[in-house]
């Protein structure tokens, strides 16, 4: 395998304090590799959002490192995480809604506009990435007139903006058709196995496990298996 472009070592994340304390993960060892698609499995509350925030700095983890690229990002400062999430990672979240006053189009462009791409080459490249998720025909759709499965799409082309080498997506194929969501999953593995992706996906999807080529099952915030 490759060497991984990202690893938790000993990750345990605790939220709240006193009565309300929370061990959302404790310990969690693992490892994403360009190329590959890992499929964070386990039932509800088992600590996979929390992981997959940690992997992307989003959220820090309460002890444990995260290496991203081989620096250790858990010795840089919070002001730091910015530069470093908009280097690495494309974020396919359910809370990472899209602009419902922006179009399609409009919803990917702004992406590449705060990475400082120029308007003019930002429109293109913003076309071609929809193009890429077979949505070039719907580029000029606000959000409300679009299916689940073309927000996800417009959602996974947003993500892709500025080529991150690492693509996280939190139940990507929640509320779409079986067919609609098995072509989202096909999708993240060609980026993967064609574009050299490192991507990791949060699913109760059984289908998910047809395109992943490893799992980690976790269970009360520990890898099981
Ligand atoms: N901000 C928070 N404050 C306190 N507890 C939290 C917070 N976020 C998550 N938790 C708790 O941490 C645990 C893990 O949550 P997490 O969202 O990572 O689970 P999950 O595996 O993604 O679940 P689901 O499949 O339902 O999305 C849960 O017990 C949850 O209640
Ligand atoms: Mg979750």
Do not use: W
Not at 71 to 92: C, H, M, N, T, W
Not at 111 to 126: C, D, T, Y
Request: proline residues 4%.
């Amino acid at each position: 395998m490759l060497s991984p472009i990202l690893e938790t070592q000993a990750v345990t994340r605790i939220y709240g304090g006193g009565g309300a304390r929370v061990v959302a993960l404790e310990g969690v060892t693992m490892t994403l590799a360009r190329k590959e698609v890992l499929l964070i499995m386990g039932p509800s509350g088992s600590g996979k959002t929390t992981l997959l925030s940690i992997m992307g700095c989003i959220l820090r983890p309460t002890a444990g490192r995260v290496i991203v690229n081989g620096k250790d990002v858990s010795e840089l400062g919070e002001d730091a995480l910015p530069d470093i999430r908009r280097q690495y990672f494309g974020f396919v979240f359910q809370a990472f809604n899209l602009f419902g006053s922006l179009t399609a189009l409009e919803n990917v462009e702004v992406v590449l506009r705060m990475k400082g791409v120029e308007s003019r080459v930002a429109a293109a490249q913003a076309m071609a990435l929809l193009e890429r998720v077979s949505l070039a025909h719907r580029a000029h759709s606000y959000p409300r007139n679009l299916s689940g499965g073309e927000k996800q799409r417009t959602a996974l082309a947003r993500a892709l903006a500025g080529e991150p080498p690492i693509v996280l997506a939190d139940e990507p194929t929640a509320n779409l058709d079986s067919r609609t969501g098995r072509d989202v999953l096909m999708l993240l593995r060609t980026l993967a196995e064609e574009a050299g992706k490192a991507v990791a996906i949060v699913s109760h999807d059984a289908k998910a496990q047809d395109a992943a080529h490893r799992v980690i099952v976790l269970e009360d915030g520990r890898v099981s298996s």
